[in-house]
């Protein structure tokens, strides 16, 4: 078992920044990929960005690419999301997960945080 927790989601204006962390905890966090996806009402949920677990493979989603960042830090049980240049479509709930499979499938990811509520207000 691999637990999530995510932290940092907020409300923020159009154009401004925020930074979403997962810590993790359990079995071996090096040995897993580790992706971010998101939720907004009456959509279905989006991964968005996707590192692997030695940080050699990322992947994001043309929604995303150019604005925002996956990173990890293998010794602290963390990867994180830098987001910049917000905008009023960012406004989701976003959620880390684990998997020991490809990281850009989003049905072979097994661990899920919770999520955090990100709102770009404009």
């Known amino acids: 078992q691999v637990q999530l927790v995510e932290s940092g989601g907020g409300l923020v204006q159009v154009g401004g920044s925020l930074r979403l962390s997962c810590a993790a905890s359990?079995?071996?966090?090096?040995?897993?990929?580790m992706g971010w996806f998101r939720q907004a009402p009456g959509k279905e949920r989006e991964l968005i960005a996707a590192i692997s677990w030695s940080a050699a493979t990322i992947h994001y989603a043309d929604s995303v690419k150019g604005r925002f960042t996956i990173s990890r830090d293998n010794a602290k049980n963390t990867v994180s999301l830098q987001m910049n240049s917000l905008k009023p479509e960012d406004t989701a709930v976003y959620s880390c997960?684990?998997?020991?499979?490809?990281?850009?499938?989003?049905?072979?990811?097994?661990?899920w945080g919770e999520g955090t509520q990100v709102t770009v207000s404009s």
């Open positions: 359990g079995r071996t966090f090096s040995n897993y990929g």
């Open positions: 997960a684990a998997t020991r499979s490809s990281i850009w499938t989003p049905a072979w990811y097994d661990y």
